[in-house]
């Protein structure tokens, strides 16, 4: 049986994105599912064949991307992108009974939660105490264990794992809010036909360097989907550049975009060719 690691603990967004990905590719089960308590440690952890897979978080629709994942990824050689999935994030009230909002006295939840439901919070429950956990899995543990009128905000999963009351549904301020997942394993995955590519791209601090890197994908019309920086971590001020584009990356048109980064001392660090991810894999 495969080990799959994921950021947990259960009732995490995380494990609950999980639960929907294996329902789509049920060609990864059996599995034996670990969970970890940071991103590191699980992408660590698959690097060192602790566990077959990572399912991580890379970006997200309002709060943008996972800085951890990213900077992760760029320092392990070698571990790959192999599948993606984009995973609605709705944050759900959770109370043990059913209860008047205007009786809810306390709401524990992670921070980006609160920060994500502020408008629900302040038109609703103004009257709360709100109270930051380190997860919305820890927040539903919390008023799983008690009697009281309190609250948690959460993922609909975390409601099924401590048998809570779902009292409300899609409490956060934004409508559109997905969570960009990615599993991540020790081999590159096959071409699919419509595939994108990841990689990391670092070239000298100098004036056009950026242009010098978009410019290869222009000249062989290579959609660029995502660019994102992050700091080098070396030199205050110096930057990597996470891109992701169409293709495969054993294209003719990528290798001919990788031989032009040679010649022009630019360093590409493959993180993953794979299929891309469409939104009629959604279980919703």
């Given at each position: 049986m495969k080990r799959m690691g994921y950021l947990g603990p259960k009732g995490s967004f995380s494990e609950e994105a999980l639960h929907y990905f294996v329902q789509v590719h049920q060609d990864l089960l059996p599995l034996d599912y670990q969970p970890f308590s940071t991103i590191p440690r699980l992408l660590l952890a698959c690097d060192r064949k602790e566990i077959d897979w990572a399912f991580v978080p890379l970006e997200n629709s309002t709060e943008g991307q996972m800085g951890v994942t990213m900077d992760t990824l760029g320092q392990i050689q070698e571990l790959y992108i192999t599948r993606e999935f984009v995973h609605p994030v709705d944050h759900c009230l959770l109370t043990p009974e059913p209860l008047p909002l205007p009786e809810i006295q306390r709401v524990?939840?992670?921070?980006?939660?609160?920060?994500?439901?502020?408008?629900?919070?302040?038109?609703?429950?103004?009257?709360?105490?709100?109270?930051?956990?380190?997860?919305?899995?820890?927040?539903?543990?919390?008023?799983?264990?008690?009697?009281?009128?309190?609250?948690?905000?959460?993922?609909?999963?975390?409601?099924?794992?401590?048998?809570?009351?779902?009292?409300?549904?899609?409490?956060?301020?934004?409508?559109?809010?997905?969570?960009?997942?990615?599993?991540?394993?020790?081999?590159?995955?096959?071409?699919?036909?419509?595939?994108?590519?990841?990689?990391?791209?670092?070239?000298?601090?100098?004036?056009?360097?950026?242009?010098?890197?978009?410019?290869?994908?222009?000249?062989?019309?290579?959609?660029?989907?995502?660019?994102?920086?992050?700091?080098?971590?070396?030199?205050?001020?110096?930057?990597?550049?996470?891109?992701?584009?169409?293709?495969?990356?054993?294209?003719?048109?990528?290798?001919?975009?990788?031989?032009?980064?040679?010649e022009k001392s630019v360093f590409a660090k493959l993180l993953g060719s794979y299929a891309k991810a469409h939104p009629d894999e959604s279980v919703f």
């Open positions: 524990y939840a992670h921070e980006q939660a609160l920060a994500q439901c502020r408008e629900f919070l302040d038109t609703h429950l103004a009257q709360a105490e709100q109270i930051p956990c380190f997860s919305t899995a820890e927040a539903a543990g919390k008023i799983s264990s008690v009697r009281e009128p309190w609250a948690a905000i959460g993922p609909r999963r975390a409601a099924q794992l401590y048998h809570l009351h779902l009292q409300e549904e899609r409490i956060q301020d934004g409508v559109l809010n997905a969570t960009r997942f990615v599993l991540v394993g020790p081999q590159l995955a096959e071409m699919s036909g419509d595939d994108k590519t990841s990689f990391l791209v670092t070239t000298e601090n100098s004036p056009g360097s950026l242009y010098r890197i978009l410019h290869e994908l222009a000249v062989r019309r290579i959609n660029m989907t995502r660019i994102e920086s992050r700091p080098s971590k070396q030199k205050l001020g110096e930057y990597v550049f996470f891109i992701d584009v169409d293709g495969y990356v054993f294209s003719p048109a990528i290798q001919e975009v990788l031989e032009a980064f040679r």
